[in-house]
């Protein structure tokens, strides 16, 4: 057995539409595990959604809180007495404390529903 | 103060505090119980443990001292100590939970893949431990000898074998335990005494601190001499606090026994309301001490008012009863906020490279107990006495100044690189933790040195900043290679099934 066979070169001929890749709609969770352009959309829009939420809460709590000291040069809020002490000490001793559960609440809230949004833009069929 | 009611509070808290790390011991089997209660704490219980964790000595009993010989400005430090945990949730709580890191070492070397980088932050961690863990000793070593007259270095020594026990026997499970019962007992132990305090006060006629001769400038906050002065020093302030509490290691351990990252944020959420309800007491403490304590200020001795009022103005044996009750509080205090710390500064002791391969995870975590208490401890004994809320406040600088701009830059920002990391940690370490040392040879007195060096935040935290994002910049082309997954692994909600590059 030297010689070539021309009976094993044989090769089998197939119609192409049986062998080719069914088209199939990619998922985004594919597209963001194989890191696509496309992926890269979708996860830069969620971080960024995100930030831009922590930067207002930021800016919130800058002006709301932050601005008291000023207030205080400023403003002479210390005439007027609150019981035994004067007003600033109410401000900064009792006041600020809900102020600042309300916006966390509400960062909570909003963080959630951007997570949502994302979760179902990831899962739409 | 009568001895035995006070000794006996001691005691109680004491043994109570073993008695449940043991109870804890009996769950305790595998590392990851070990380290992080396997993330199944739920968020009452997380944030129960972080409140009690987080409310130290300073929270317990400086923060009334403070407010008793500076008056008004000094509310900020319970204000900033509650706003940094809403800074947290913004920026760092459900990424930080999503990181998947047990330790802020963790999270450097996953997020910028550098062993360098993590060896800094280990540095760091152990440094802002002990700034932390000394004043805690301080105070424990004050207060028994303020309610017993035992020798100073007996408290100081208790409480650290205490937690060293503590940490050994049961690890983070039985910490979770501890703290949260800690946060109840420090609530309860202000709280009552206050109540009868305040009656007390209301049947002596409500004398205001203005009546007892509180002068302007302890009664409204920016009424200094220098406006400028007073400005810096409480933007300063709230620089350090808003912003240090993310980088605290005992604070940022307890974020990974969450179950995922939305939990992370509703204990974060929780732990802002019991914090805002816990920081109205202290005030309260301070305000009153003013009226009827204001003699403690030319002692120096403030951080002991809370213990000294119910003897003051109630006395006999409910006096010494409500003292006991304090002094429990107090203890439970040092207690948990020194089982945090020493947790978190063992965790990153036994993941250095001895630790790891000579001793295994679990008796490595328990020789790094034992090397973590140690060196404070000496540090607490052989160093003066400095008022507790200030030193603390040193931890929180330097904390501010290098991991929070990892954690922020890190976590938002991929252009974030290794050498930026180190470069900024390091300028930022450096400038705050220097300034801390130059305040603690130098003496304090009223210039503007002064107030640069011992409230360093409000420059050193931009500089820490600014380095770690010129250099990141100028080292662009050694970017990790893994940031995009990153990216997918700190922002996107667990319950999506993508590949987060988290191993098995």
Same mark, same amino acid.
Request: hydrophobic residues 55%.
């Given at each position: ?125 | ?187 309860? /132990? !202000? +709280?009552?005494?206050?109540?009868? *305090?305040?009656? $007390?006060?209301?049947?002596? =006629? &409500?004398?205001?601190? #203005? @009546? ?60 802002? /309301? !019991? +914090?805002?309800?816990?920081?109205? *007491?202290?005030? $309260?403490?301070?305000?009153? =001490? &003013?009226?009827?304590? #204001? @003699? ?62 000579? +001793?295994?995870?679990?008796?490595? *975590? ?82 503007? *040195? ?55």
């Amino acid at each position: 057995m030297t010689g070539t066979d021309p009976a094993v070169d044989r090769v089998r001929i197939t119609s192409p539409h049986t062998t080719a890749r069914p088209r199939r709609r990619r998922t985004v969770v594919q597209e963001i595990d194989e890191e696509t352009a496309i992926g890269e959309v979708y996860v830069r829009s969620l971080v960024r959604s995100q930030l831009r939420l922590a930067l207002v809460v930021a800016a919130v709590v800058a002006a709301a809180i932050g601005g008291l000291p000023i207030l205080f040069m400023v403003a002479d809020l210390e005439a007027v007495q609150v019981g035994p002490l004067p007003l600033p000490w109410w401000v900064l001793g009792v006041g600020v404390y809900p102020v600042l559960f309300l916006i966390g609440w509400a960062f909570v809230v909003a963080s959630e529903r951007n997570e949502r949004a994302f979760s179902d833009l990831v899962e739409r069929p | 103060m009568s001895s035995t009611y006070a000794a006996v509070a001691v005691a109680v808290v004491a043994l109570a505090t073993l008695g449940i790390g043991l109870f804890g011991l009996r769950f305790s089997r595998t590392t990851s119980d070990f380290y992080v209660a396997s993330r199944s704490v739920s968020p009452l219980w997380n944030s129960s443990a972080i409140g009690g964790e987080y409310l130290s000595a300073a929270s317990y009993l400086g923060i009334a001292g403070l407010i008793l010989t500076y008056g008004a400005d000094m509310v900020w430090f319970p204000v900033g100590w509650t706003a940094g945990y809403l800074v947290l949730l913004a920026f760092v709580a459900a990424p930080l939970r999503r990181s998947g890191a047990y330790t802020l070492p963790d999270f450097t070397q996953m997020r910028v893949q550098s062993t360098t980088a993590r060896a800094v932050a280990s540095m760091l961690v152990v440094v802002i431990g002990w700034l932390y863990l000394m004043p805690q000793f301080q105070g424990a070593g004050l207060v028994l000898h303020t309610v017993t007259g035992a020798p100073t270095w007996v408290g100081s020594v208790m409480v650290a074998v205490i937690v060293v026990v503590n940490v050994i026997s049961g690890g983070m499970r039985s910490i979770t335990f501890v703290q949260a019962f800690q946060y109840w007992l420090k609530l309860t /132990a !202000l +709280l009552v005494p206050l109540v009868f *305090l305040l009656h $007390a006060w209301t049947d002596d =006629g &409500r004398p205001t601190p #203005a @009546d007892a001769g509180a002068s302007a400038a302890w009664l409204s906050p920016m009424a200094a001499d220098a406006p400028g002065l007073a400005l810096y020093a409480t933007y300063s302030l709230i620089v350090a606090t808003f912003l240090g509490t993310m980088g605290l290691p005992h604070v940022v351990v307890r974020f990974y026994t969450n179950p995922d990252g939305r939990a992370a944020r509703r204990t974060t959420l929780l732990v802002l /309301a !019991l +914090l805002g309800v816990f920081y109205l *007491l202290p005030t $309260a403490y301070g305000v009153i =001490g &003013r009226v009827y304590a #204001a @003699d403690l200020v030319a002692t120096g001795n403030t951080d002991i008012v809370v213990l000294e009022l119910p003897m003051r103005m109630i006395g006999g044996s409910l006096g010494d009863l409500l003292g006991a009750l304090l002094t429990a509080g107090a203890f439970a205090a040092f207690l948990s906020t020194s089982s945090g710390l020493t947790m978190s500064v063992a965790g990153v002791l036994a993941q250095g490279s001895v630790g790891r391969r000579v +001793l295994g995870p679990v008796a490595g *975590l328990r020789a790094g107990a034992v090397v973590g208490t140690v060196f404070p401890l000496v540090l607490a004994l052989a160093s003066d006495q400095i008022a507790v809320a200030s030193s603390v406040g040193f931890a929180f600088a330097v904390a501010a100044s290098t991991f929070c701009p990892l954690l922020v830059l890190g976590i938002w920002w991929r252009r974030l690189t290794a050498a930026g990391a180190v470069a900024g940690m390091l300028a930022g370490g450096i400038g705050a933790g220097g300034a801390v040392v130059a305040t603690i040879v130098r003496g304090s007195d009223d210039g503007w *040195l002064d107030l640069l060096l011992s409230r360093p935040a409000a420059w050193s935290v931009p500089i820490a900043f600014a380095t770690m994002v010129a250099v990141s910049l100028a080292t662009q082309n050694r970017r990790p290679s893994n940031v995009a997954r990153t990216m997918v692994r700190l922002h996107t909600p667990e319950r999506l099934l993508l590949d987060r590059a988290d191993g098995p």
